[in-house]
């Protein structure tokens, strides 16, 4: 059986509920404590509303000077592997999909497409020649001249083909056909560079699964 308690006397309440005037006191100081908390996070929210102008990637609009220097010029990558029959058999490639909802596409608006020739006398006499080094030639020696996207890679007949998007086409241009006149050169290749400011030559590859 359950025995009903007695109310407790003011003697057994805690101290601080005791006096009326502790009540308004503690009622006040938990107001006054609340509203410090809110003003913080106001201040905290638009100081990181601040950052967010700049640094935010949904916000396609940023100071692009400022913003190209960041880290987050360059998404984490998320490569996708694929194969696809290009008539004479099956290829393989890579995407990366961390592209296909970047925000600042408008900023690189040009496609650079090259083809890569490993079937000619200069690659063949470079036995340890491979995909990796010819991809990592690229994407590291085009970073240096301005911001550039290497999207994907497919492998073809004769070697190659790479789709990237850069921020300034003449300095490219001049650096690739340097590069492509060197006799020094480790491989052979051609390239192409057109205005897509949306990106519209990769949507393709960007749904692949």
Known sequence: MFHKRPAPSRKTLPAMFRQQHDIKTIIIISLTTLLTSCSSADKKANDMGLLDSLFNKSDKNVDWDKFRTTDSIYPQNSISVFTVDNGNGIATGWVDKSYSNYSYKKYCPFNLHITVDLTDKIAESNLDLDMGTIEDFFIDELKKICVSHMV??????????????????????????????????????????????????????????
């Not at 890679?153 to 056909?177: H, N, Q, W």
């Not at 519209?200 to 590859?205: A, G, T």
């Open 152 to 209: 994907s890679r497919v492998a073809t007949d004769t070697g190659m083909e790479i789709e990237m998007y850069i921020e300034k086409p003449d300095p490219i241009k001049e650096f690739l056909s340097k590069s492509n006149a060197d006799p020094k050169r480790l491989f052979s290749f051609t390239y192409s560079i057109a205005d897509d400011p949306k990106w519209d030559n990769i949507k393709q590859l960007m749904k692949i699964k």
